[in-house]
């Protein structure tokens, strides 16, 4: 799913943008691979079910409970809302249970900061069910990745594109060699021979992440932690691991992204299965509540 | 419209409920002489646009302004729900900006009580159109009644199924007599010739609204307060006002009551019509946020 209704929620002054993301976003899934002929990709917006599904969830949350979701208290605090936080954002835990529930799903990929969606949609479940006596909605499971959220190339906690710190899918060679060669490693490590720092060192949990050869990360991250390991050496390595990961997935980006029109058909078509597969689920549900006229 | 949709927000766990009102309604409209074959009648909930032009609406709404609505604060208080107030029940005044912009009304008929929610749907419809420079949405008026809510039959401020003390269109001739026999009048208006008090007897407020000889009813309350006068013989007057005017809305009431099927196939097929209705104004609000993808 792309979720352009809910990036509408922090973002309704900018809609042109998302406009834009979306067809990004779907580039970003074709270029690694995901398969239409598979997979379903849709727009959240053209599934009109959601916002339906929304709005009986809605009744059966408290305003109180959605006021203490542990992600959307952090995320108003890092996007300065304060008080004036959109009634739309502060919803949205219940707007993502019906993306879950309208199609079903047992798993949900999420980084470790979303479990608290998958919580609240596990909640939303439960009570749905019981209260209406019915077992038409699944509870997800959460599944998170082996490796954490990749800090940003400059260290900080998380890539963004507004904060100009992150590899992107489209990233030419140079690009991509450009970024290494600038990431932040640790400070304190100023010659060659100072004992450098592995934790918190952005190259290296690159490297955990990419690399195959887990011995030489291993020998790598004693020789730096012991001095005589330049940055540029252990940068040049990440290169090499990366690069050829990368590669293939640009190549591919970059062929779907000369037919854009190709992938505004391909959303537009996965949008129509989308629609079909969540009005058999609103059915369900409209009939589990009695309002099934 | 029949706000089934609006009902569940605080009637969650008995849709059952809801669906056997949707008829009572409908009834009442048709009683009252609402022409299905001049104005539209539809159920909220069988028209999907509104859901999604709610979800626009709450990106464009704090969260704060929301909690500071006056007539939802009061509700929250008589419904005695504290914290623990539905989110649906507290974003209701969105949905209704959805359902009256959807239909490009106007005009909306409503009581004091409801004037908050017509400039809620003021200060968003202004919103939407400055933030998407257009004119898409109308910004609607408040048409409030020449007479204000009628009270209850026990003399409370708010007719109430739950409180026991409505008279319904469904009433009988009889169940009216025995309804206006047993009104609360002044309490310490013990006998006849007692001065009593017209100001807060539901008698004569509804004598007020219903009566047409307002000269009659003016000499009748000057009798009342000086003494002498029985409520018996208000009472009476009443009758002989009220049962003139309902009679023939109970007579309509009860032919269409003896064909609900016919009720319901008339809903469906408004609901019809306002579903084109509103999916052009969602379509042009959709090509205004430049989201019509």
Redesign the interface.
């Known amino acids: 799913m792309i979720a ?2 809910q990036a ?3 973002h ?2 900018e ?2 943008k ?2 834009e993301n ?1 067809l990004e976003v779907a580039l970003d899934y074709l270029a690694v691979g995901i398969d239409p002929s598979q997979t379903t990709i849709f ?1 959240q ?2 599934i ?2 959601l ?2 599904l ?3 969830f ?9 006021k203490h979701n542990p992600t959307v208290k952090l995320e108003i605090q890092q996007k300065g809302f304060g ?9 949205y835990p ?2 993502q249970a019906a993306d879950i529930t309208a199609f079903g799903a047992h798993l949900v990929p999420v980084g470790d900061d979303q479990i608290p969606m998958i919580e609240q949609t596990v909640e939303l479940v439960r009570k749905f069910n019981r ?2 006596n019915t077992d038409v909605l699944i509870e997800p499971k959460a599944v998170t990745a082996q490796h954490a959220r990749l800090p940003g190339i400059d260290g900080k906690a998380k890539m963004s594109k507004s904060l100009h710190n992150a590899i992107y899918l489209s990233d030419t060679a140079d690009e991509l060699a450009r970024k290494i060669k600038g990431m932040y490693t640790d400070p304190n490590h100023l010659h060659v021979n100072d004992p450098g720092k592995v934790e918190g060192n952005p190259v290296f949990t690159y490297l955990d992440a990419f690399a195959h050869d887990k011995e030489k990360v291993a020998s790598m991250k004693a020789h730096y932690e012991r001095g005589g390991l330049g940055d540029a050496v252990v940068k040049k390595y990440l290169l090499e691991v990366l690069d050829p990961f990368l590669s293939p997935i640009r190549q591919r980006r970059h062929e779907f992204a000369s037919d854009p029109q190709g992938v ?1 058909d391909m ?2 078509k996965g949008s129509v299965a989308a629609r079909e597969a969540a009005a058999q689920t609103l059915a369900k549900v ?1 009939h589990a ?3 099934n ?1």
């Open positions: 352009d209704a509408l929620t922090d309704a002054h809609p042109q998302i406009r979306i727009i917006s053209l009109p079910q916002f339906e929304t709005a009986y809605l009744n059966l949350v408290t305003w109180n409970r959605l008080e004036e936080v959109p009634a739309g954002f502060m919803v219940v707007s209260l209406y505004w959303l537009l409209r509540m009695g309002i006229y």
